[in-house]
């Protein structure tokens, strides 16, 4: 099973090198820094590739920076889905700068661990944001308390249309 993953993988990184595909799921396939770097170094001169999903990959913090300095200033990719990634609050920063900087208009950041700080930073992206009109922030242990930075950083966003805080703990200040 391991070589068929590791062929699979190859030629993924090849058919973006190649600029031949439009879409690269890797969802549930578990990756090491080495194959998310490839896969980065790829992205960073594909023009073709549309659409990125590697959710359940636990590509963690690590990964997902090489991933967001490939996407920057990316103007092809419209949707990056990196549910249960192992990702931090450690990372937004890197993935604030990732979707204000591109093209983005889809992101599901589902099952990640966010804290009240990195919400705040989050929101504040989303004020100058003009790109995003979907956002998945399920199943990030976001409390009551991230209520007011979201509706703060979208109260000025009008291209936000779908927003997904599903499996949170938000209480009745979600409601």
Do not use: H
Not at 13 to 18: E, M, Q, S
Not at 51 to 69: E, P, R, Y
Not at 78 to 90: F, G, H, M, P
Not at 125 to 135: A, C, G, P
């Amino acid at each position: 099973p391991s070589m068929a993953r590791e062929n699979l993988w190859n030629k993924v990184v090849k058919g973006i090198r190649l600029n031949t595909l439009r879409t690269v799921d890797m969802n549930g396939i578990l990756v090491d820094k080495t194959k998310v770097k490839l896969l980065a170094d790829a992205l960073k001169n594909n023009t073709t590739v549309l659409s990125v999903d590697l959710s359940n990959t636990k590509i963690g913090d690590d990964g997902f920076l090489l991933i967001a300095n490939a996407l920057e200033n990316k103007n092809t990719i419209l949707s990056l889905s990196i549910d249960s990634c192992d990702i931090t609050a450690a990372s937004i920063a890197s993935l604030t700068k990732c979707f204000t900087m591109s093209s983005l208009n889809t992101l599901s950041f589902a099952s990640n661990q966010l804290s009240y700080e990195s919400v705040q930073t989050f929101a504040d992206s989303l004020k100058t944001n003009n790109t995003l009109m979907t956002l998945n922030l399920s199943g990030c242990k976001l409390g009551s308390q991230c209520i007011a930075p979201l509706v703060k950083g979208l109260i000025n966003n009008n291209k936000i249309t779908t927003l997904d805080l599903s499996r949170n703990e938000l209480g009745d200040a979600g409601a």
